[in-house]
């Protein structure tokens, strides 16, 4: 019962309802499985999910570069120049240049863009805010007086080893590192794992209240 | 691993970061920032004359355009710089030693803590080559001495544990601190306070609270010039006048609730979620600051393959949360953001990079944990990541943002010198303030100096926050170009491409003498000679002409 209350006492869910409601039924399922620990019923919702997520999200290349882009790029290539400095001859020599200013380095960067806009909380609970991401459209999707809880839950969830969620939370956190966040729903792939943290963040601080511990 | 060779790697290890903070320090950053100038110019006279720029005796807190700096970056340049030439390099060596000084102090820590040689050599070799910690150490202003300061006084709060003699080696030095840097002035009563209050069984008993005592009022005996000045401007305007007041007045009017009720809610929101940003894996390891004068292109505070270490010695740090050294860490980390999520800059490395000392030693945690494969594979990416530090420091940042740093100001000084007898008006509308960096490359005396300064500020130093960029000193005069006025005086017109289009040098008759440009192309200052006989013949003004 109290996971239902976490499921809908937040905005995100909301705002999948008023925009693509198709995916609440799955989206609800999936975090009630995975609390449950109904793998195979989990599964396929996860891969429905998942499917939800590939189609809604537009899809950003990993390699093409954007005219601004491309402009500071054949800027800095000219830094490189062996002409000034002695460094840049040995760079020249093993063709770093290349290296750090080409594909390379774009892939990795945004590789690790999405890696890391995946794991900032501030995304989930302060809208991105401080450091808003103005091309994600951005929105508040749990309050933040829920972050201790999911702290917590997190805590605990980790500490006690639960391989089963952890695995699919790490799965989880892989493939919206590879599908990015452009996406006016969020990346609600994530949404029933951030809502079990905060629940079993809100047991563990009941239990506390009743037991002492 | 053998203290013989533990002690050979450390050697190599600060020597290899003496080389990361030293090497071409006078040209890169390259340029010389206005915070930079300002401590530099302040540290020739203090060692030459005793006063500052406006005449003031050894002050304080150092007034700097409008606001205040903490004044012993200053006091200490001005020794090491005594009676010796100004230049970029003494302006930065202050910071660049305290860079150094930290790897001991990391390193040190690291053993406190308990951990093992290879872990301590890791450790310190992480925060060696981390480009916050690298960035930090090669800019000529507060920051990086303040962090010196701070860690070591954590450093002999920690060592007071286990021998109280510490304790007050411990809040003296903590004391000093706050003549470091702002940052220091909220985060010290804290970490005091907070110390004391987690620690009190060892602290409060009978025997110790004498030198408890002792270590008090030798704290307060210590800070009590800076209490005199508390409540003046020159303490409160960098407060109080970075607090985002606005924002949560903003945010709470959007609330339909009393007053009483949003304000407080809206404050624990912004406040938080500003919190948040300085723990946040995106801050630190990937997306760099915001203010491109503060942050390295391309690098944030640390490598992104070290978030596996921070992520990992979060864990273990709670697992060891109820031992001394766990609690400790944890008081740090917790507290180390506090003072810079009260200001409204998100993620402002330069007021939380204390956060560092911290986040090392939970990396250190971290690799305690790791197996010796790992080591090997975190050694192999530190080297990996001297390529990228390479690229972004010693490629990008010389070149991209030479403008940012005040590239240009040395080559108009020598413009300058080069025409003694003509009079220079440098546009200060869309420049920072050129005075006092043309008075560090010009190495105006200290009395010409001293006499451009407005004589009312010096008799009410602390609470004058009024700025007036109009300085008159020698052959320049700094302040907006009136294009009424200015074109009739036989001058030299200084300003950049906005200040001065082609088409008003074309309509007033302006003759292009010198044109800088930042090694990115872009340009930075144009001079053009005025020709008051030709536009009193086109447009005669009988009061200008």
Redesign the interface.
């Known amino acids: 019962m109290s996971l239902l209350l976490f499921i809908l006492l937040n905005s995100w869910i909301w705002k999948i309802i008023s925009l693509f409601p198709l995916i609440v039924v799955p989206l609800i399922l999936s975090t009630i499985f995975l609390y449950k620990k109904q793998n195979i019923l989990f599964l396929v919702t996860f891969f429905i999910l998942l499917y939800f997520q590939l189609i809604t999200t537009i899809s950003q290349s990993f390699t093409l570069l954007d005219n601004d882009e491309q402009r500071v790029r054949s800027?800095?290539l000219q830094?490189?120049k062996p002409s000034l400095?002695f460094?840049r001859v040995i760079f020249a020599r093993f063709n770093?240049r290349d290296f750090?200013e080409g594909d390379f380095n774009t892939i990795q960067?945004r590789i690790?863009?999405n890696f890391?806009?995946t794991?900032?909380?501030?995304i989930y609970?302060?809208a991105g805010?401080?450091?808003e991401r103005v091309w994600a459209d951005d929105f508040e999707k749990f309050s933040?007086i829920f972050?201790p809880l999911f702290l917590i839950g997190m805590?605990k969830i980790?500490?006690k080893g639960d391989m089963y969620f952890i695995l699919f939370f790490l799965a989880t956190i892989i493939i919206l590192t590879g599908i990015g966040h452009k996406n006016n729903l969020g990346p609600f792939l994530i949404f029933p794992f951030i809502v079990i943290l905060i629940h079993e963040g809100f047991l563990n601080i009941l239990n506390f209240l009743k037991n002492g511990k | 691993m053998g203290s013989k060779i533990t002690f050979l790697f450390l050697l190599f290890i600060i020597f290899f970061g003496s080389f990361l903070r030293l090497a071409n320090l006078n040209g890169n950053p390259n340029g010389l920032y206005v915070d930079e100038a300002s401590p530099a110019v302040n540290a020739r006279l203090i060692a030459q004359t005793g006063k500052d720029e406006y005449g003031k005796e050894y002050p304080l807190s150092f007034r700097f355009l409008g606001s205040y700096t903490p004044p012993l970056y200053t006091y200490v340049t001005s020794l090491i710089s005594h009676n010796g030439e100004p230049s970029i390099f003494i302006a930065r060596l202050t910071s660049a030693i305290s860079g150094i000084l930290l790897i001991i102090v990391i390193f040190i820590f690291t053993k406190v803590l308990g951990m093992n040689n290879i872990t301590s050599l890791f450790t310190t070799f992480i925060f060696t080559i981390s480009p916050g910690a690298i960035f930090y150490s090669r800019i000529g202003y507060e920051i990086n001495l303040g962090f010196l300061l701070y860690s070591l006084g954590c450093l002999f709060l920690y060592l007071s544990l286990n021998n109280q003699k510490f304790l007050s080696l411990g809040f003296g030095i903590l004391a000093l601190s706050i003549y470091a840097y702002h940052t220091q002035k909220l985060l010290v009563p804290f970490t005091i306070i907070l110390f004391l209050l987690i620690f009190r069984k060892k602290f409060f008993s009978k025997k110790i609270v004498k030198n408890l005592l002792f270590s008090f009022i030798l704290f307060v005996l210590f800070i009590l010039p800076q209490i005199f000045i508390f409540f003046t401007p020159a303490n409160t305007s960098r407060g109080v006048g970075l607090f985002y007041k606005e924002a949560i007045f903003q945010q709470a009017s959007l609330m339909n609730i009393p007053i009483l009720v949003s304000v407080p809610i809206s404050f624990?929101?912004e406040f938080?979620?500003?919190y948040?940003?300085y723990f946040?894996?995106?801050?630190l390891?990937?997306?760099p600051d915001?203010d491109l004068q503060r942050s390295l292109p391309?690098l944030s505070i640390f490598y992104?393959w070290m978030?596996i270490l921070y992520l990992v010695g979060i864990?273990v740090l709670?697992?060891q949360a109820k031992l001394n050294k766990g609690k400790f860490t944890v008081m740090l980390f917790l507290l180390a953001p506090i003072p810079a999520s009260l200001t409204g800059d998100?993620?402002a490395t330069q007021r939380a990079l204390i956060l560092i000392l911290p986040l090392i030693l939970i990396m250190a945690y971290g690799l305690q944990y790791l197996p010796k494969k790992g080591l090997v594979l975190v050694f192999l990416l530190s080297i990996f990541s001297m390529?990228?530090l390479?690229?972004s420091l010693?490629?990008?940042l010389p070149?991209?943002r030479a403008k940012i740093w005040g590239y240009g100001f040395s080559q108009l000084a020598e413009e300058i010198k080069k025409r003694p007898d003509e009079k220079f008006l440098i546009d200060s509308g869309r420049i920072k303030p050129a005075y006092i960096i043309l008075a560090f490359f010009l190495k105006i005396p200290p009395e010409k100096l001293q006499l451009a300064a407005d004589p009312n500020i010096k008799n009410d130093y602390y609470n004058n926050t009024l700025w007036n960029d109009h300085y008159i000193i020698t052959n320049f005069e700094t302040r907006s170009i009136s294009w009424e006025e200015d074109i009739y005086k036989d001058q030299i017109l200084v300003g950049d491409e906005l200040a001065i289009s082609q088409a008003q040098a074309k309509e007033h008759f302006l003759t292009k003498l010198f044109e800088i440009k930042s090694?990115?192309k872009e340009i930075i200052f144009l001079g053009f000679k005025t020709n008051p006989e030709l536009k009193c013949k086109s447009s005669f003004d009988s009061k200008r002409c």
């Open positions: 800027e800095r830094f490189y400095h460094t770093l750090l960067t690790y863009r890391f806009e794991i900032d909380l501030n609970f302060f805010h401080p450091r933040f972050l805590y980790f500490s | 624990l929101r938080t979620s500003q948040f940003a946040s894996p995106r801050n390891f990937f997306q915001s391309e992104p978030v864990f709670i697992k998100p993620f390529i990228s390479y690229r010693a490629v990008l070149n991209e090694p990115n």
